[in-house]
T-cell receptor, first 116, second 113 residues
Framework: AQSVTQLGSHVSVSEGALVLLRCNYSSSVPPYLFWYVQYPNQGLQLLLKYTSAATLVKGINGFEAEFKKSETSFHLTKPSAHMSDAAEYFCAVSDSGTSGTYKYIFGTGTRLKVLA | DAGVTQSPTHLIKTRGQQVTLRCSPKSGHDTVSWYQQALGQGPQFIFQYYEEEERQRGNFPDRFSGHQFPNYSSELNVNALLLGDSALYLC????????????FGDGTRLSIL
């Protein structure tokens, strides 16, 4: 079965500093991977997705992630943090079922705090 | 183009009651998934509907049931509510093809007293 591990439940960075949020996956087949962001009292918004077309994936709001098969990782980065980036971030892997449909397995999330 | 819409936004129930949550998928999507997100946790998959049938189910008891209508909208029903059912319930819609991202609604916050 697929699984996702997010290292660091809380990450703090200074405004303008590099953001690095870690995600490792466990998958027996090439996975589809996603990063979502959740602001307080809201649903999840898609930041970016990996679907095997390119190992470096660019998303919205200046975020990007690199798929590294040898490390089974899909870490999320942003060169310069902004106060508006403060939120909860979730990594997810797509897991197939027997009926040809796909569910998501989510990590436990990383809360990003941006310090002024 | 409206995204995924859920109703109601908040709900307060007492133990033992029953609740129905509703979801309208994003235009063009035919698959609806439901997730439970407890406070401080990641979303946990409940079940998924496609062509009005439950296609996948997570590790949730039979108290959790659902339905999908011909217009692709969906309902989540929970019977015999427990305190532990208090959570944010998220609906996500997508097309059936693998790799297509799921789009989430803002959720229904369910509180059990």
């Amino acid at each position: 079965a697929q699984s996702v591990t997010q290292l660091g439940s809380h990450v703090s960075v200074s405004e303008g500093a590099l953001v690095l949020l870690r995600c490792n996956y466990s998958s027996s087949v090439p996975p589809y991977l996603f990063w979502y962001v959740q602001y307080p009292n809201q649903g999840l918004q898609l930041l970016l997705k990996y679907t095997s077309a390119a190992t470096l994936v660019k998303g919205i709001n200046g975020f990007e992630a690199e798929f590294k098969k040898s490390e089974t990782s899909f870490h999320l980065t942003k060169p310069s943090a902004h106060m508006s980036d403060a939120a909860e971030y979730f990594c997810a892997v797509s897991d197939s079922g027997t009926s040809g449909t796909y569910k998501y397995i989510f990590g436990t999330g990383t809360r990003l705090k941006v310090l002024a | 183009d409206a995204g995924v819409t859920q109703s109601p936004t908040h709900l307060i129930k007492t133990r033992g009651q029953q609740v129905t949550l509703r979801c309208s998928p994003k235009s063009g999507h035919d698959t609806v998934s439901w997730y439970q997100q407890a406070l401080g946790q990641g979303p946990q998959f409940i079940f998924q509907y496609y062509e009005e049938e439950e296609r996948q189910r997570g590790n949730f008891p039979d108290r959790f049931s659902g339905h999908q209508f011909p217009n692709y909208s969906s309902e989540l029903n929970v019977n015999a509510l427990l305190l532990g059912d208090s959570a944010l319930y998220l609906c996500a819609s997508s097309s059936r093809r693998e790799g297509q991202p799921q789009h989430f609604g803002d959720g229904t916050r369910l509180s059990i007293l």
